[in-house]
C-alpha cells in the first residue's frame, strides 16, 4: 500500500496494488533486493540507497511539503548532508552489509559523479563474476556421472522402519537429494541444518540408496566418537537388510580394520564410516557411488577436494550445521545445490544463550546447581587440558580449582582429545547413563554428543573459539524436552569479541552463523584452497556489491544454455580461459 495525507483538506488517500499489474512491480524489487518492511533496518544501520550509494539510517521523520504531509525514512551521508526518501519508495533503499567493523564504511558524497562511477564498477564486476561462474558450471557440467534407479521396494521399506515421525522438511530434503542421485551428472549438494534436526537420517536414506543402487557409501566424520556414533546409527537402521559394514578410526582394532580395507577393495562392504583414515592411499574402492561429508566445517579444502578428484564422477552430499564461507559463498555462485533443514523436532525449543564475563561466574554457577538438582546435566568446556596461556583455566586443574568448590556434592567428569579411544567411550557412556551430572571438556564433544538430559552447557574463554565452533558446541543441548541454556563467558570485551559474541546470542541459526562469517571474512577462492578470506578478483569486490551475484549467475546460466560448449566465435576467449582454470586447478591438487 501507499498514500498520502492531506490535512487541510481532512484528507487521507491510501493506494493498493492489485492484479497481475503487481506481478512486474513485485518482481523487480525482488531483483533489487530492495528493504521489505522498516522492520529489517534501525536507526544507525547503514543503508544503500540505488541512486546516492551508502548512507547511514536515522529513523521515520514525518514532514510537512506543501501541505501534504508524509512519512521519511532520513538517510544521513558525509558532510553532514541528509536525504529523506519516501516510505512509499522503500524498495529503493536496502541494508548494507559488508566484511569487517562498521568504522570502515566510507559514506557516499551526495552530487558528484563518484557513485554513478561505482555503479559502473559493479556492472563490470558482473562480468567478471559471470566468467568465473562459467569457468565453474562448465567443469560440472563436463563431468560424467552414474544415475541411480528410482526408488525401489526395499528403499521403500526401510524409510517406513524409521521409528520417529519425520518432519516436512525432511522428506522434502530427502526428496531432492534422491532425485540428483537418479540424474546422469554428479550430485554435489549440501544439507544444511541446525544440530538435532535430522540431518543424519536423511543420509542414512542417500546412502541407502546407493547401496541399492550396486554402489558402495563412504561416510566421512572428523573425530572417533561421531565415527562411532554414525556406525551405530547406521547398523541400527541397517540391520534387516543385506548390508555389510565397516569403520575406519581408531575405535577399531587393527585386525578389522584390515578387514575393512579388503572388503572396500573387493566389493563385500557396502558402507563404510570412517575419519580421516578414509584419505589414506591404501584406501581402494571397487565401485565408490556416494561420498557423505558430515560437519564439513571441520575439514579442510584440500581434504574434501582429495575426495572430488581421487573420485571423479561420484555423487558427493555435504552436512553441516554452518557450512564454512567457501561453501556458502560456493553456494551464493550456484555451484553447490542446497537443501535445509528448517523444522524442529517435536517439543524441540530454541537454545537460549547469553554472554557473561567471569564476574558473574559465582551466580552462574548457582543457576547451575538449579538445572543439576532439577536432574539435569550439564558440560563445562574449556580450551585447554593443561595449563600453558597465561589467561586461560586448563580444564584438568579447572574441576579442582572452579568446579568442586561451585558444585560440591556433583559428579564431575573429565574428557578431552589426548584420551585414548576406549577412555572417551568410557566418559561418554557414564554421561549418557548419568553417572556423571558434569563433563568438564575440550572441544572434543563440538560433534557426535548426543544426550537428551543435557540441558546446560557453559563455554570458558568464548572468545577463542570461531563461530561455527561456539554454534557446534551450543547444539551438544536442548537434544529433549524442555528449555536449554549456552552460557558463553569472556573476559575480553573487546569490540570485536561483543558483536561475535551478541551475533550468536541473537539467533540459534547455523545458515545465518555462516551468513555472518562469510560477511565479515569472505568465501575464499573457489579453485583455490583457501577456506575464508576474499577471491581475487580484478574489478569486483564480492562483499560490497552482492547485489550482482543473481545478475552475474543468470548471465552465466543463460550462455551456457545457448552454448553449453562455449564454441561459438564470441565465446572463444572465454572457452581458452576456461580451459587454463582447469590446468590452474589441476595444477593445485
Known sequence: TAGAEYPFARFALFTARQ???????????ARRKGLSSLSDIKPGDYVVHQNHGIGVYAGIRRLDLQGVVKDYLKIEYDKGDSLYVPVTQLDIVSRYTAPGDGERVKLAKLGGDAWAKTKTRVRKATQEMAKELIELYARRQQAAGFAFPADGDWQRDFETRFEYDETDDQLACAAEIKKDMER?????????GDVGVGKTEVALRAAFKCIMGGKQCAILVPTTILAWQHYQTAAARMQAFPVKMGLLSRFATQKQMRA???????????LVVGTHRLLQKDVKFKDLGLVIVDEEQRFGVKHKEKLKEAFLGVDMLTLSATPIPRTLGLLLFGDLDISVLDELPPGRTPVKTYAITGRKRADMYGFLARQLGAGRQAYIVCPLIEEGESDMQAASA?????????????????????MKGPEKAAVMQSFKAHELDVLVSTTVIEVGVDVPNAT?????NAERYGLSALHQLRGRVGRGGGEAFCILISDHVTDSVKKRLSFLCH???????A??????????????????GLPTLQIADLMNDTRTLHAAQAEAVAMLADDPLLEAPEHALLEQQVQQMFEKAGAMN
Open 398 to 418: 579447572y574441576i579442582d580449582e572452579v568446579a568442586r568448590p561451585l558444585l560440591p556434592g556433583r559428579r564431575i567428569g573429565l574428557l578431552h582429545g589426548r
Open 456 to 460: 546446560c552447557i557453559v563455554i570458558e
Open 507 to 513: 539467533t540459534t541459526d547455523g545458515f545465518e552463523v
Open 19 to 29: 492484479g497481475a499489474a503487481a506481478a512486474p512491480q513485485k518482481a523487480k524489487s
Open 260 to 270: 575393512t580395507l579388503r572388503g572396500l577393495a573387493d566389493g563385500t562392504v557396502d
Open 515 to 532: 551468513k555472518f562469517d562469510l560477511e565479515t571474512r569472505g568465501p575464499g577462492d573457489f579453485f583455490g584452497s583457501r577456506q575464508h
Open 184 to 192: 546422469p551428472h554428479p550430485m554435489d549438494r549440501l544439507l544444511c
